[in-house]
């Protein structure tokens, strides 16, 4: 398996970048691995997990849940506004807040259901049309009005773009981290969350790398 590999190079970069043993959280991204991969890797005491996609979340996570009570499970995938009840209901974690509409219903989930998931903002560092999260220009607006509405982002979240140098856009996510008080930094994936360690992630969201290529049915 991975994974003991993949925590050594955590802690090997986490050494190199002179940050404190276990100051980086490693979230295993288990989205469409087979169950006995993810079994094999909850035996091992790992509990922190990412997952992309609500609906497949709901039907694998309440049983671990039930045998792994430390389980944390981080929903890093899109997150549809009509999803919005059930992710508060299932997750610790919400790594994509990319919008005003999914604040509002976010926070009016939040006051229902009295549980208060980790949220990060998902940032468009690269600008890239099609894909989700918030411009840098547009963060400050975006974060206030999160305050407005009783939110208290815990970090930024960002996706470098495809075949792209990840550096600049990690440096940009840390220095609106910076900027904002904010102290997490969820950023690298396999390719690179050693040199996401090096520019200060908090969290890497890494999943083949432990589990194995994913094959979609
Ligand atoms: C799938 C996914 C990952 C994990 O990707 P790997 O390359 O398999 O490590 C990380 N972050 C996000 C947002 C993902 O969708």
Partial sequence: MGLDDIKRRIAAAEQAAGRSPGSVTLIAVSKVQPAERVE???????????????QE?????????DRFPSVSVH?????????????V??????HTLDRMTLARKLAQQIDEQGR?????????????????????????????????LGLSPEGLMCIPPEGADPVPHFRLLRRLAQD???????M??????E??????ATHVRVGSAIFGARTYA
Wanted: aromatic share 8%; charged share 20%; glycine share 12%.
């Fill in 40 to 54: 094999a890797v909850l035996a091992t005491g790992h509990c922190v997990f990412g997952e992309n996609y609500v």
């Fill in 57 to 65: 979340a709901q039907e694998k996570w309440p049983g671990w849940r």
């Fill in 75 to 87: 929903m890093i995938g899109p997150l549809q506004s009509n999803k919005t009840r059930a992710a």
């Fill in 89 to 94: 209901a299932l997750f610790d974690a919400i």
């Fill in 116 to 148: 208060r998931p980790q949220l990060f903002v998902q940032v468009n560092t690269g600008d890239e049309p099609q894909k989700a999260g918030i411009l840098a220009d547009e963060l400050p607006g975006f974060l206030r009005s999160c305050t407005e």
């Fill in 180 to 186: 904002h008080g904010l102290p997490g930094l969820s």
């Fill in 188 to 193: 690298g994936m396999s390719a690179d969350f």
């Fill in 195 to 200: 040199t996401a360690i090096a520019e200060g």
